[in-house]
């Protein structure tokens, strides 16, 4: 019922920034908070920010102050602006979508690589 698609990645240097775009369609009503998980190779998938359908925001403690999750309501829009990325922060990044009932929907992802 909800399709997320991801976009944005690519490599870049450490210290350098870059702007994920995560576009939603389909019952898109019923989302009530989206966010961004990434996932290193042979960890786990951890969440790195996330924002409600009120506009609220919320950052792991390891991006607070480099990451900005944002949205443009009438694009159906959540953007992820990174900013001073590390090597370590080398991962597939996912866009997810909440809805009311609690159902989580996940996009293909898009891979950030930090490397000089």
């Known amino acids: 019922q909800v399709q997320l698609v991801e976009s944005g990645g690519g490599l870049v240097q450490p210290g350098g920034s870059l702007r994920l775009s995560c576009a939603a369609s389909?019952?898109?009503?019923?989302?009530?908070?989206m966010g961004w998980y990434r996932q290193a190779p042979g960890k786990e998938r951890e969440l790195v920010a996330t924002?409600?359908?009120?506009?609220?925001?919320n950052y792991a403690d390891s991006v607070k102050g480099r990451f900005t999750i944002s949205r443009d309501n009438a694009k159906n829009t959540v953007y992820l602006q990174m900013n001073s990325l590390k090597p370590e922060e080398t991962a597939v990044y996912y866009c997810?979508?909440?809805?009311?009932?609690?159902?989580?929907?996940w996009g293909q992802g898009t891979l950030v690589a930090v490397s000089s």
């Open positions: 389909g019952s898109i009503f019923r989302i009530n908070a």
């Open positions: 997810n979508a909440k809805t009311l009932a609690g159902t989580m929907y």
């Open positions: 924002i409600t359908s009120g506009g609220s925001t």
